[in-house]
């Protein structure tokens, strides 16, 4: 799985620790330091290979966009603010992104995922690369985080603030939408059948025109997802 060595560049405490909680959640990316100030960020990108930086505007010593306008190499930049009036200006230094606290997961996810999108298409051109890794996300579970490898869902349940997510062996209950849990998963072999479910499509072992089997339980088809879903099933158990 490719990895971002990445820092946050942040001297609010609790959006710190926002971004810092957001980062751990997503395998591709690492955090390597929490930054209160510009120059401290300098010394860092000075000292370690670092991918992507999660950059403030509004930062003592040195502001955000001066501070990176001072770069001569700077690292891929997604932006933080609370103020969307210099979004204009973030885009035109060609960062990745500009977030605006308060910062939903979802959208945090979004953000990082054009960067990942970016690198992956960059490593697929390449015929001499062959990806041997199992994706896998670490999922919070009371006050553990459990290791869920993507191959092994068989399918995912909405249960209001929480999600449900079953394999052949075991439950996970965590904290997620399902809409969040969609956009992390939206690359992979999942499908989303229904408002309440999500489907791996490679173990759906049946289907009809309300409802798909996993596992030999029956799932519903929403209405609104219907031509959708069955446009790609069908797709996908068509003989020649």
């Known amino acids: 799985m490719l990895k971002y060595n990445c820092i946050i560049v942040e001297d609010e405490p609790l959006a710190a620790e926002v971004l810092t909680d957001y980062i751990q959640q997503v395998p591709f990316l690492q955090l390597n330091e929490v930054c209160t100030d510009a120059i401290y960020a300098m010394e860092k990108l000075q000292a370690d290979n670092i991918d992507l930086m999660f950059l403030d505007i509004h930062l003592p010593k040195l502001k955000g966009l001066d501070f990176l306008e001072a770069l001569k190499n700077p690292p891929h930049v997604i932006i933080t603010s609370a103020y969307k009036e210099y979004a204009l200006q973030g885009y035109e230094m060609n960062v990745i992104d500009y977030l605006l606290k308060p910062i939903r997961f979802n959208r945090f996810l979004k953000a990082v995922n054009k960067l990942n999108q970016h690198k992956e298409h960059t490593l697929n051109s390449s015929p001499n690369t062959v990806s041997t890794e199992r994706n896998f996300f670490f999922f919070n579970v009371g006050k553990k985080r459990v290791k869920v490898f993507l191959d092994e869902i068989l399918y995912i349940e909405s249960l209001r603030e929480y999600v449900r997510?079953?394999?052949?062996?075991?439950?996970?209950?965590?904290?997620?939408?399902?809409?969040?849990?969609?956009?992390?998963?939206?690359?992979?072999?999942?499908?989303?059948?229904?408002?309440?479910?999500?489907?791996?499509?490679?173990?759906?072992?049946?289907?009809?025109?309300?409802?798909?089997e996993i596992n030999n339980k029956s799932i519903p088809i929403g209405r609104s997802y219907k031509e959708l879903v069955l446009s790609v099933l069908q797709e996908g158990y068509r003989f020649s």
């Open 165 to 212: 997510i079953t394999t052949k062996d075991k439950n996970i209950l965590t904290k997620f939408q399902l809409n969040e849990i969609e956009d992390l998963l939206s690359k992979n072999n999942f499908l989303r059948i229904h408002r309440s479910f999500i489907a791996a499509k490679d173990k759906i072992t049946a289907f009809t025109a309300t409802d798909v």
